[in-house]
């Protein structure tokens, strides 16, 4: 959705106040390179509606320990994370069509959250969950081992400038961590329409000692996964989409 340039990153502020020993007061900390940037939007009345009504029942606070899932959604259930929903086209299709599964759906950007949470009120979907904040940070801190079922990565930010693949998402470090945050038998679902991306994908799963291809190469579309406005447009322009599902295994072989 975003190929702007990546604005510089913001001092960090604790620099202000450097610790004796510390770097000058003037030297930001390195920061973590991001999967994504802020971006200005506009978020419209129905979407600042919908945040302001539904936002505190469907909307986590990031924290920085382990979120109690059954908790987290009033019920136990299987658990597919969605990171990067966008719009949430796609995630409350999926969620109306598996009434039994709970979704927890990560998305920065405020308009999307917006938006997926009025798609909530209107399709009057109780088994989804919000947090607005970066999915690594989500994945590092608040999931624990094996509790995932599925994970879903659709369309995920291709970067295509080479200066700027340290931001793809689908990279070893963070592909460990999701694997072994699924259960045995769980599935990593990611697709792309950016051919360079999908390669790239398909090595770093393929290279990943704890998931298995369920198909030779990539795989079909899965029947639950619609066509989004984006996915249409890439087509529209040419693009082909690429779709990848592996399964984690009960152990690494
Ligand atoms: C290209 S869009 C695709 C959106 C949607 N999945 C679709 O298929 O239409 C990628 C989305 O991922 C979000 N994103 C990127 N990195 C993220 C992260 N680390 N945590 C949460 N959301 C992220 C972006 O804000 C953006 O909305």
Redesign the pocket.
């Known amino acids: 959705?975003?190929s702007s340039p990546p604005r510089p990153e913001d001092p960090n502020p604790s620099a202000a106040t450097a610790a004796p020993g510390g770097p000058p007061p003037h030297v930001a900390h390195p920061q973590r390179v991001?999967?994504?940037v802020t971006r200005a939007g506009r978020t419209t009345t129905g979407q600042a509606k919908a945040l302001a009504e539904l936002g505190p029942r469907f909307v986590l606070p990031f924290q920085q320990t382990k979120l109690d899932l059954a908790a987290a959604f009033g019920r136990e259930a299987p658990v597919v994370l969605e990171?990067?929903?966008?719009?949430g086209?796609?995630t409350a299709h999926i969620a109306s069509l598996r009434p039994d599964e709970n979704f927890l759906c990560?998305?920065?950007?405020e308009p999307?959250v917006g938006a997926l949470l009025k798609r909530i009120g209107e399709m009057g979907l109780t088994n989804i969950r919000i947090l607005q904040h970066?999915?690594?940070e989500v994945v590092d801190h608040m999931l624990e081992a094996s509790t995932l079922a599925s994970i879903h990565i659709?369309?995920?930010?291709p970067w295509h400038k080479k200066r700027h693949h340290k931001r793809r998402?689908i990279q070893p470090p963070l592909v460990a961590k999701l694997a072994q945050r699924l259960i045995p038998g769980g599935y990593l679902h990611c697709a792309t329409d950016w051919q360079p991306y999908a390669e790239q994908m398909l090595e770093v799963l393929t290279a990943e000692p704890l998931l298995e291809n369920t198909a030779a190469g990539y795989a079909e579309r899965p029947a639950y996964r619609p066509e989004?406005?984006?996915?249409r447009r890439g087509l529209k322009l040419g693009h082909g989409v690429w779709d990848l599902v592996f399964r984690r295994r009960a152990a690494v072989p």
């Not at 659709?154 to 930010?157: A, I, K, L, T, V």
Request: some cysteine; charged content about 25%; glycine content about 10%.
């Open positions: 959705m975003t991001r999967s994504f990171i990067g929903f966008g719009m086209d796609a990560c998305e920065v950007h999307g970066d999915a690594v659709f369309f995920p930010d998402l989004t406005k984006f996915e």
